[in-house]
């Protein structure tokens, strides 16, 4: 099984795909774009908030960074006023170790495969591209990195446009193709379509991988009644033309996606989806426990099987 995916919302997907089969069975292909260097440091949010959670070690609250972590490295930098990205100490442990084998020329499929050993995870987490492709948020208040936009000013500018720099020519990772062009189903995590999703598809060998894989292709919407699971992904839809709802997600994925999971709550809107050619399911995606995360995976994989 392979999954694209995004931060937090994939990260509690996968949790629940992690219960019902065997980890071992399932490639992530993660989103790189988030990535970013602060302090002099490579920070990969997308990878890590996977890492940690299938390894039973994210901070619940937050959903990224590790649980029961100390930040008083984070309160020493508060005296230079660069505390603004929360970096827990040990936390910090994983970006110093990647940001060295970087530097020593490491590729980060490599160095991702040491940091899930070392927590344990058997899952296999393939960064999207060892090549350097980054999220730009246009605003009213100019063009900003992404963790710029997102975690220093809150997500709170409105958003006139999206830019990967680097996804036109950037490679995918060394296994990613292979694993999509092999896998049994591909599996799009309920993560926002346009700034986790979105860059991976813009990396051009994936895109066409996904449209030639032989796998079934399932994608679980993100938004539930017109609001989003986690972040600015209605807002953002919105500011970009897109209509923020589930048929909205399911028209920027209908040209490679066969099984589309909605919610419950907007299960009038399946003849919507099904004119999109695409088939729909319905189901709860909300997932607030264990049992709900497990139960979405197994009505994902009980569809594949269909
Ligand atoms: N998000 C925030 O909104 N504020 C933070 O201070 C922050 C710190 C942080 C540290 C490590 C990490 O792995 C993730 C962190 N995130 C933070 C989350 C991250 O910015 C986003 O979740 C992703 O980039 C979006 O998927």
Redesign the pocket.
Known sequence: LVVLA???GAARFLEGLAGVVPAAQITVVG?TA?DAEIHGLH????L??VTYTLAGRANPE????LNNDTFHCLEALSLYDQD?????DH?LATHIYRSALLRGGVPLTEITARIARAHGVEAAILPMSDDRVRTFVDTPAGELD??TY??RR??QDPVRGVRFEGAATARPGPSVVHAISCADAVLLAP??PI??IGPILAVPAIHEALHETPATVLAVSPIVAGRALK?PTVRMMEGLGHQPTCVGVARIYESFCDLFVIDEQDWATTSDIEALGLEAMVTNTVMNDLASKQALARFCLEGLLR
Do not use: C, E
Request: hydrophobic content about 35%.
């Open positions: 995004g931060g937090v989103n988030d920070i990969s949010p997308d890590d908030t937050t959903g990224w960074g603004w990205f929360r970096l827990g936390d992404f963790q997102f975690a809150k997500a993560s926002n700034i986790s972040g």
